[in-house]
């Protein structure tokens, strides 16, 4: 099993809509996460912390899942801007510290 | 300020030949990554540097792959004996510590012919 996995997509959306991803993680120690996008061709860029009680930035919501060990991101109102992909990630501390990244999901607004 | 950079920016070689390719941090930053991306693939953790601790190789997929960080900032890594699967984009990414935001370069895309 991965040790971050995301549901590759892609997702195509008109804009306007609203659209969720989910990720899951394995391990449970797991201490912080992120979400980051990742424009195609370039590298990937942080979009937002997700904090336990659930996090809002604008039109982006995270919200993280212990119990279930899963993180989503609710994109509303989506702009053509928005496609990209998007990398869950995940931080805990093993044997040596460092972010796990999932393989993304493809997101593609269209008019 | 300055981001990461990354240079070669672009590397066409030939099978079996050794590259190298450079990564400068943000300055200040204690930790540096390497990943390495294949086309339509997700980021693959290579090496990990923090502070003068010693590094994490988890994630080299071989030998030929190794890395240095000199002096806590430029990082230099390396391939030898080049091989056509080792054709993909190398991103450098740097963290003020471990667990902070990562920054990214704009990545080396290697070719191997």
């Known amino acids: 099993r991965k040790e971050v996995e995301q549901d590759p997509g892609p997702f195509n959306v008109p804009e306007g809509a609203t659209v969720a991803f989910n990720c899951t993680y394995s391990?449970?120690?797991?201490?912080?996460f992120f979400w980051y996008r990742q424009d195609c061709r370039k590298e990937p860029k942080l979009l937002m912390s997700?904090?336990?009680s659930g996090n809002e930035d604008g039109r982006f919501t995270a919200q993280l899942n212990r119990a279930s060990q899963y993180i989503s991101l609710l994109i509303r109102d989506s702009k053509l801007s928005d496609s990209a992909t998007y990398l869950c990630?995940?931080?805990?501390?093993?044997?040596?510290?460092?972010?796990?990244f999932g393989t993304g999901t493809r997101l593609q607004v269209t008019l | 300020g300055a981001g990461v950079s990354q240079s070669p920016s672009n590397k066409v070689t030939e099978k079996g030949k050794d590259v190298e390719l450079r990564c400068d941090p943000i300055?200040?930053?204690?930790?540096l990554y390497w990943y390495r991306q294949s086309l339509g693939q997700g980021l693959e953790f290579l090496i990990y540097?923090?502070?003068?601790?010693?590094?994490?190789k988890s994630g080299l997929p071989s030998d030929r792959f190794s890395a240095e960080r000199t002096g806590g900032s430029v990082s230099t890594l390396t391939i030898q004996r080049t091989q056509q699967e080792d054709s993909a984009v190398y991103l450098c990414a740097s963290s003020l510590n471990g667990d902070n935001e990562q920054f990214f370069g704009p990545g080396t895309r290697l070719t191997v012919l």
């Open positions: 540097f923090q502070g003068n601790s010693a590094p994490d």
């Open positions: 391990n449970s120690a797991s201490q912080s």
């Open positions: 300055s200040g930053h204690t930790a």
């Open positions: 997700v904090y336990s």
């Open positions: 990630v995940v931080y805990y501390t093993g044997t040596a510290s460092k972010l796990t």
